[in-house]
Structures are given as C-alpha cells and as structure tokens.
C-alpha cells in the first residue's frame, strides 16, 4: 500500500512538473508587439486606399481560369490595416515604421505582401486579375512599398482557405 502510494505520488508530481516546463500557447488575437507603431494612417483615417471595392467577386479572367470555370467562393469587401511584410511579421512581429525599410526590401525581393488589421486579424494581399499575375502584368509591390508601414484602406474580393485569408485587389500595375 505505501509503495502505491508513493508511486501515485511520485506520478502526481511528475506531472505537475512537466506542466510547469511547458510553455504557454501565445495568446490569440491582437497586434505583435504593439509598441511598434505606425506614423502615416490611424484607423479611423486611413493614409491611403488600395482597390475598390468589386460589384462581382471575382473578374472575368479570373472566373474563365477556375475549374470548370468556378473559382473559389470570394465577396467583395473593403479592410482597414496596416501593409506588412508577410514574412517579418509572421517570423519576427516586426511592423511599423521602424520596420518601414526592411519590409520594402522584402517586398521587393518577392516576400508576401499582408495587411494586419486592428484586431491583429492578417490577410494576404495580391492581385486579383488571374490572367495578368500569372503573365506578370500586375505586380502588388509598387503600391506595397509605398504605403509599407502605414494603415490604408484595402478593397478587393476576400477568399478564406484553411485558415488562411487573402484579399485580391483588382488594378494593381506594374
């Protein structure tokens, strides 16, 4: 009887100690590293808009490209956030204007353009022109790049997959 008891107990603590070594799930939700704030845009006044907001989802070339001409299902909305280099941010939580340079040369360089909203919720942004991207007529850097940093407003066909979520903004150009 005492060695079961010294074994639950041993068993008991052996838990509670490997629970304590355990680290913590990050929390969900929310802006990483908050303390790193953004100069140009505020969230009630964006700096600048990027798209406008489509009457269909999704455009012709688009449509015409999907699989029996039916791409994934998208709806026309309008996000305010903060553009972001998908790949620091995710990575490292870097954003704003002390990371204004580095997120330009990383857009540059074929890193993932992303917009990072109030509540920390983050969407990746490309062009929604099927045809052209594929063919390399529009390009998403030139617009990242100049409003890398700031809070804008985003318009284009949002489309969710698995977790992931992307806007498709129509009339970006090389």
Not at 86 to 113: D, F, M, T, W
Not at 130 to 138: A, T
């Amino acid at each position: 009887m005492k060695r079961t008891i010294t074994a639950a107990a041993a068993l008991v603590l052996a838990a509670f100690t490997i629970g304590a070594q355990e680290k913590k799930a990050p929390a969900k939700g929310g802006i990483l590293h908050p303390e790193l704030t953004v100069e140009n845009g505020t969230w009630d006044k964006p700096m600048a808009k990027i798209g406008a907001k489509p009457a269909q989802a999704w455009t012709q070339t688009t449509t015409a490209a999907g699989v029996n001409s039916q791409p994934q299902p998208g709806k026309p909305v309008t996000v305010v956030g903060e553009i972001i280099d998908l790949s620091c941010y995710v990575q490292l939580g870097k954003h704003g204007e002390k990371h204004r340079s580095c997120g330009q040369k990383c857009v540059a360089n074929g890193q993932p353009i992303g917009l990072l909203t109030q509540t920390g919720a983050v969407y990746l942004l490309m062009p929604e022109e099927h045809d052209p991207r594929r063919d390399g007529g529009v390009d998403a850097k030139a617009s990242a790049s100049e409003h890398m940093g700031h809070i804008v407003e985003v318009s284009g066909t949002q489309a969710a997959l698995n977790g992931y979520n992307a806007i498709f903004v129509q009339g970006l150009t090389k």
